[in-house]
């Protein structure tokens, strides 16, 4: 078990930033891959950004791509996803994920997930 916690969500101007974290508990912190997923109404949760265990290697959704950035600090248990030049069109609740093993873009493959955090963009 992995609990995850999000935060840093709110309102923001289009083409402001925002910057979400996403805590994780345990101390296996390191050997979890991770990733963001978003939600918005009436839309099935998309894949955003995710990152290996090391953090070295990173995979992004191309709507986001050069936008937003995802690290982690395993200092800190902590995985943030940087957001620039926020769209109308970014506007949702944006999940943290974990999972064993390799980092992946399938929502299928994450076993471990945070309640969310709205993120809300205004034009």
């Known amino acids: 078990q992995v609990p995850l916690e999000e935060s840093g969500g709110g309102l923001v101007q289009d083409g402001g930033p925002l910057r979400l974290s996403c805590a994780a508990s345990?101390?296996?912190?390191?050997?979890?891959?991770m990733a963001w997923f978003r939600q918005a109404p009436g839309k099935e949760r998309e894949f955003v950004a995710a990152l290996s265990r090391s953090g070295g290697v990173t995979r992004y959704a191309g709507s986001v791509k050069g936008r937003f950035t995802i690290s982690r600090d395993s200092a800190k248990n902590t995985v943030y996803l940087q957001m620039n030049s926020l769209e109308p069109g970014d506007t949702a609740v944006y999940y943290c994920a974990a999972r064993t093993g390799v980092f992946s873009s399938s929502i299928d493959d994450y076993l471990y997930w945070g309640q969310g955090t709205q993120v809300t963009v205004s034009s």
């Open positions: 345990g101390r296996a912190f390191s050997t979890y891959a």
